[in-house]
Nanobody, 120 residues
Framework: QVQLVESGGGLVQAGGSLRLSCAAS????????IGWFRQAPGNEREFVAL???????SYADSVRGRFTLSRDNAKNTVYLQMNRLKPEDTAVYYC??????????????WGQGTQVTVSS
């Protein structure tokens, strides 16, 4: 079992940047894929980015080129650097640990979420 804690959300103007962190309570490198998802009010939870096989990344079309994943294995932490933010990026962002998948249904472990609000 692994516990996840997200941090780094906040309020930012359009065009700005934020870095989200996902800290795990146990070793995740080589054990789990780490997915980032987001959910805006009234919307379903949607895929944002995925770290799998320790170093391979995948991004949703809507964020590719603006968001970047990185990780610090010594800290069991995955980061989501979000640049050139848009108002449509406003949502609660979640990280999850589980098998490699872009579907939130595949993931067993979830963090509590962190709010990202982008003002226009």
């Amino acid at each position: 079992q692994v516990q996840l804690v997200e941090s780094g959300g906040g309020l930012v103007q359009a065009g700005g940047s934020l870095r989200l962190s996902c800290a795990a309570s146990a070793r995740i490198s080589g054990a789990y894929s780490i997915g980032w998802f987001r959910q805006a009010p009234g919307n379903e939870r949607e895929f944002v980015a995925l770290f799998w096989s320790s170093s391979i990344t995948s991004y949703a079309d809507s964020v590719r080129g603006r968001f970047t994943l990185s990780r610090d294995n010594a800290k069991n932490t995955v980061y989501l650097q979000m640049n050139r933010l848009k108002p449509e990026d406003t949502a609660v962002y979640y990280c999850a640990a589980g098998p490699r998948s872009t579907s939130p249904l595949a993931y067993e472990y979830w963090g509590q979420g962190t709010q990202v609000t982008v003002s226009s």
